[in-house]
């Protein structure tokens, strides 16, 4: 399988980040990346390719032009007006309340995009789990590259039946307007608008990250030509916590494509096989001949911010199952932060798509050039 990886990730390096108003140490750092590419060089049967670059329309196909000028201008606007800060992170967000009792028009006339950076980024941010660096744009715009180099390997005609996008930042908290959940570009939503347009197909998106994916169903909740199915912790406790429950299930030309998954504290590899069934039963309604795969190792039971007691093993089936609705997969990396287990699980779930068993590499833990890490 053809892995396209860029180094620009590393950009995007940061060591802090905030929760709960508390710096505390970051968890979606530039090891995630590494940690995955080294344990498929150690492999030897992932081939790394460089991603091309795309250009800004399929960015903004998917995303609010001011988003992305937010972003590509969110530091240099930090450091102009002297903000003294080692990252940008919002501490003012919009909340419904301020708006209650006021018409429709009255609040789309008030709520705009204040002149100082802090507001800004409370404008176009969901939390503060999104920190914002020098290099945060760069690396977000190069894991959109990323993500789109493995639509082309897919559309390409040469028989790829699968590629896998190395994405980092991760991106399916992205919404239309919106940033936040270590995502800055949804690259699985920007990667299912490439293949809608390339082909005129419907495509499917299958999102296995232990978070819902709040801005996948937010840019296509009222759309007919792309299917959403994700399966995540119950929001209830878990973040994004205000959506993601099981009665969201789309509207308008969008009805009943929205399928959520919810899933309690705790769940083993047998209870989220019977869930991957269920999605992969609800994919397999629609046509198309794509489906893009959002990702995530944060269900294993390790991981520092997931509860589930999903092992290593189960990533292999779940590989093999989806592969069995016998479409072409395009494969994007969302999250994963036990950063240890990150390259076995990755080798075992693309093994298992592959249709290649699963043969653990000694160590269980490789780094960035394939040499083992303790």
Do not use: K
């Amino acid at each position: 399988m053809q892995v396209v990886y860029t180094p620009i990730h590393l950009a995007h390096d940061i060591d802090t980040e905030t929760f709960m108003g508390v710096g505390v140490p970051a968890n979606e750092v530039t090891e995630r990346a590494e940690r995955i590419r080294g344990a498929l060089l150690a492999d030897g049967g992932f081939t790394l390719t460089a991603p091309t670059e795309h250009g800004e329309a399929p960015v903004t196909a998917v995303h609010d032009p001011g988003l992305v000028r937010f972003l590509e201008v969110a530091w240099s606007e930090t450091r102009a007006q002297n903000i003294p800060r080692a990252f940008l992170s919002a501490d003012t967000y919009p909340n419904r309340s301020m708006f209650e009792g006021m018409s429709a028009e009255a609040v789309a006339r008030l709520v705009r995009e204040p002149r100082q950076i802090g507001g800004r980024a409370g404008f176009w941010g969901l939390d503060s789990a999104a920190p914002l660096v020098a290099g945060t744009y760069v690396a977000a715009r190069g894991a959109v590259d990323v993500a789109l180099t493995a639509v082309d390997l897919v559309l390409g005609g040469a028989g790829v039946g699968a590629a896998y996008g190395l994405c980092r930042p991760p991106g399916h908290h992205a919404a239309r307007s919106m940033y936040g959940g270590y995502c800055f570009f949804n690259n699985a939503a920007i990667a299912a608008q490439a293949i809608v347009d390339a082909t005129g197909e419907r495509v499917a998106i299958l999102d296995v990250d232990y978070h819902h994916g709040n801005g996948s169903q937010q840019i296509f909740w009222r759309r007919g030509d792309v299917r959403y199915v994700s399966i995540h912790a119950d929001p209830d406790r878990q973040y994004p916590y205000f959506l993601g429950r099981a009665d969201e299930t789309g509207e308008g030309e969008g009805a009943g494509e929205n399928l959520n998954i919810p899933l309690r504290a705790g769940v083993t590899d047998d209870e989220y096989l019977a869930a991957v069934d269920r999605a992969c039963d609800a994919l397999a309604a629609v046509p198309g001949s794509v489906v893009v795969v959002s990702l995530g190792f944060d269900t294993y039971g390790l991981d520092p911010i997931g509860d589930f007691a999903l092992t290593t093993a189960v990533y292999h089936e779940v590989g093999r199952r989806v592969a069995g609705l016998g479409r072409r997969l395009v494969i994007l990396q969302e999250g994963g932060y036990h950063r240890p287990s990150l390259g076995e699980n990755a080798r075992a779930w693309l093994r298992g798509a592959e249709g290649r068993e699963f043969d653990p590499l000694p160590s269980g833990g490789f780094g960035a050039g394939g040499s083992v890490v303790a």
